[in-house]
């Protein structure tokens, strides 16, 4: 047997685990309602949207931690997510979004996951 095999889950495989099983739940009884009734179910909450990825691109919280490395992909989902949207960011946080990827700029080329990290 080896290592990873002989390990107990981690908190993050049992957090998945849960989450995947949730949804199997909503899909299987998504599954059961006719079809004009799905569609009624189906609204885009789009404002709620919008807010929430705003929200990240000005402040990721703690349970973004481990993306860390990420900031400058995370940046360019947000934007393209409020893009698809059909909304653009403000002015103020278009420049506060530009000056952080400026400071996530290699020297000598490319870009790192955030300030004062090594880039590829």
């Known amino acids: 047997m080896d290592e990873m095999t002989s390990s107990s889950p981690t908190v993050s495989q049992r957090d998945q685990w849960m989450v995947e099983s949730q949804v199997f739940q909503i899909y299987q009884l998504f599954a059961t309602i006719p079809p004009n009734a799905q569609s009624l179910m189906l609204e885009l909450q789009r404002d709620k949207h919008i807010e929430f990825l705003t929200k990240g ?15 400058p992909w995370l940046c360019y989902w947000i934007i393209h997510s409020i893009a698809l949207l059909g ?34």
């Open 57 to 71: 691109l000005r402040h990721l919280g703690p349970n973004f931690s481990v993306l860390d490395a990420n900031r």
């Open 87 to 120: 909304e653009s960011i403000g002015d103020e946080l278009q420049d506060n979004t530009v000056e952080f990827l400026n400071r996530c700029k290699d020297p000598n080329g490319g870009f790192a996951g955030g300030p004062g990290q090594a880039s590829c």
